[in-house]
């Protein structure tokens, strides 16, 4: 009887858990990965410039490049379920923001090949920073709560 009420409780223990947090759609999981491509190239990026590998560097400018097309739009769906009030919003910051990613891409690759500019490099990774905390800031409404 004991074990029954155990084995209940871990059932109950493990729904709620469920519960609090649901599967990721196929789509949330596509977000996800956007995500965490584009947060690997920018710490290359990062590394490049703080330890002077142009290597580096340009393997973060690579992989945040291959994401380009269309990288943020693509997951239309999954971002206006952030924003279920204003659809339109999640959208037209999707797209704003992938065309200024793209522009400061372009910039530090420049910067990269014939300028040799380490403070334009670096000023091109902190636009592109500012990028991804804005719309986490508006579309996931990230804040501390104290
Ligand atoms: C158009 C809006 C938008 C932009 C721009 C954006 N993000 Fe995100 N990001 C999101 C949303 C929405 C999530 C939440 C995804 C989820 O957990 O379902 C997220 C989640 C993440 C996560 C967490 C992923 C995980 O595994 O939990 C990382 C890391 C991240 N973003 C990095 C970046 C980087 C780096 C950039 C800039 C190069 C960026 N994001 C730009 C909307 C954006």
Known sequence: MKKLFLTLGLGIVMLGA???NPPMTPEQKALKDTMKSMADG???IQEGILYNDRETLLAGVRSLKR???G???KHGEALKKYMPD???FAMSLAKKSEMDIERYVRMMREDIFSRHDYSNIAAGYTHIVQECVGCHQKLRKWRWEK
């Open 18 to 20: 469920g519960q609090t």
């Open 42 to 44: 920018l710490m290359r």
């Open 67 to 69: 994401v380009q097309e």
């Open 71 to 73: 990288y943020l739009t």
């Open 86 to 88: 204003n659809p339109t």
